[in-house]
């Protein structure tokens, strides 16, 4: 038996990666940096918890609009607290150098 698992993702990952696109133009030190949003979309994705998913739609569809309200919320406060973590230590790296 073949079992293809690959459908299977974490919800927060496209909302975290769009996220970070964002609010990229609001962090000049970092948003030239591949690596450096690509670090902000980790730290931001490790503060909340996985939701693994299978389809959108289905997922969606059964939350109610609390939890929408406070996955939106959530997901803000993940990403805020990445971007300035992420260039807290980047600048600190730049004054160790």
């Known amino acids: 038996m073949t079992t293809d698992f690959t459908s299977i993702y974490n919800h927060h990952e496209r909302i975290i990666f769009g996220a970070v696109m964002d609010y990229a133009s609001n962090y000049p030190e970092i948003r030239d940096d591949d690596d450096l949003l690509a670090d902000v979309a980790c730290v931001a994705l490790n503060r909340l918890p ?4 299978r389809h959108e739609v289905d997922f969606v569809f059964y939350l109610t609009d609390r939890e929408r309200h406070e996955m939106d919320l ?3 406060e993940a990403v805020g607290y990445a971007f300035e973590f992420v260039a807290a230590r980047a600048a600190l790296r730049a004054r160790q150098q």
């Not at 996985?50 to 998913?53: A, G, L, S």
């Open 50 to 53: 996985p939701r693994y998913i």
């Open 74 to 76: 959530a997901t803000k």
